[in-house]
């Protein structure tokens, strides 16, 4: 590893987001340089990024596709060393040797190595949803512990951190609300009595980002706005009543900040991923992120609404859930991977989604979690019940 340099491990890094951070960590050579990567499936891409990265460490999901990996590197004369299975994300996360952790896992999978990177202090980009739903303050309380950065990197709640007064201390007593911003998803002027006749092509069809499969439909039922309210309350350490959501179907502001004296400070820029992850990347400064700059001789206008209940009613689960005992949060998603899983899957209708998260809901009896082993029990037993309702759902 070259001296002077910031080591980066990215987590995910064949989805969306690792891609878009390894373009950006490409496009600055001088001051990055990447230390481990980890896969799910994608063998032939994992030994492209390694053939063109050179990291120390590559790890995969599961231990075939690890030997698939480490016979590929063994005939392509590469060197960087295979660790399989998921106790690997923790290491990578968490070695001395690295820096700086992306954590762009999608799904509860990315909790353990995120709580991995926060206990050891890193600086930890923030893409992997699940680690403030799902962990909430047992998360909150491993990066206090471990004196690790946390920046976000979803473009929303990126936007609100470049627009909140740099000293946090600042932040509860200047700050009148947030609101975050959303494009609307494909359905957005959809008439909500035929949603019941999605299909998974239709949802995955995102209008203004490219995105993977599970998040295009949290985007198309809104639920990605859900979770990122509960995100922005861990975050940003604000009541849920100061965190508002419209929709801004041209995806150039961001978010914005409400202060005190009603001035609204906002984010503005293209919708490319890279331009939050070069902010993590770079902060506290700015590094250039290679993503094409607004022209206002072009934008035109910029419009606002209010999000439909009817069309979007999983959206309101949010301030529910954030007002339940703590732990409903982690439910909550839970419930919906499982929902999203099986209605990709053509087992459950794109309307019936919501039904799974519901009835889980009024369902699920929840402890209080204190660790990481409550978390990951309330995950598996919350997807459980969701599996159950799920399969009763199935026609």
Request: hydrophobic share 45%; with cysteine.
């Amino acid at each position: 590893m070259s001296v002077g340099k910031q080591r980066v491990t990215v987590l995910g890094s064949t989805g969306s987001v690792g891609a878009n951070t390894l373009e950006v960590i490409a496009a600055h050579p001088d001051r990055f340089e990447v230390f481990a990567l980890s896969a799910s499936v994608q063998v032939d891409l994992m030994l492209a990024q390694c053939t063109r990265f050179k990291p120390i460490y590559a790890v995969m999901a599961s231990a075939p596709h690890g030997a698939a990996l480490a016979e590929k590197f063994k005939q392509n004369g590469l060197i960087t060393q295979v660790l399989p299975g998921p106790n690997a994300l923790e290491t990578i996360a968490s070695d001395d040797r690295c820096d700086t952790v992306m954590a762009a896992i999608v799904g509860a999978a990315g909790l353990a190595p995120c709580m991995a990177a926060a206990r050891a202090g890193k600086r930890l980009l923030l893409a992997n949803k699940e680690a403030l739903v799902v962990g909430g303050e047992v998360f909150m309380r491993a990066v206090q512990a471990g004196g690790a950065q946390l920046l976000p990197i979803d473009s929303e709640h990126s936007a609100i951190f470049q627009s909140l007064p740099d000293k946090r201390s600042e932040w509860s007593a200047q700050v009148e609300k947030i609101i975050l911003t959303a494009s609307g998803g494909p359905f957005r002027t959809r008439d909500p009595a035929t949603l019941h006749r999605v299909t998974p092509e239709e949802a995955c069809a995102h209008p203004n980002w490219v995105m993977g499969r599970k998040i295009s439909v949290d985007s198309a039922t809104m639920m990605n706005k859900a979770l990122e309210v509960i995100e922005a309350k861990y975050l940003f350490g604000l009541e849920p009543a100061q965190i508002e959501v419209v929709i801004h179907p041209q995806s150039v502001i961001h978010s914005m900040v409400q202060y005190l004296d009603t001035s609204v400070v906002a984010q503005l820029g293209t919708p490319d991923m890279r331009v939050p992850i070069a902010y993590g990347l770079g902060w506290p400064g700015r590094i250039s992120s290679g993503a094409q700059a607004i022209d206002f001789r072009t934008l035109g206008g910029m419009t606002f609404e209010m999000p439909d209940a009817a069309r979007f009613p999983g959206l309101q689960l949010a301030w529910e859930v954030l007002s339940a005992p703590v732990g409903t949060t982690g439910v909550l998603n839970a419930a919906n991977e499982v929902g999203v899983a099986a209605f990709l899957d053509r087992r459950i209708r794109f309307d019936q989604i919501h039904q799974v998260n519901l009835e889980t809901l009024e369902r699920f009896v929840v402890s209080e979690p204190s660790g990481m082993d409550d978390l990951l029990t309330l995950d598996a037993e919350a997807r459980a019940l969701a599996g159950q309702i799920a399969a009763h759902l199935e026609t």
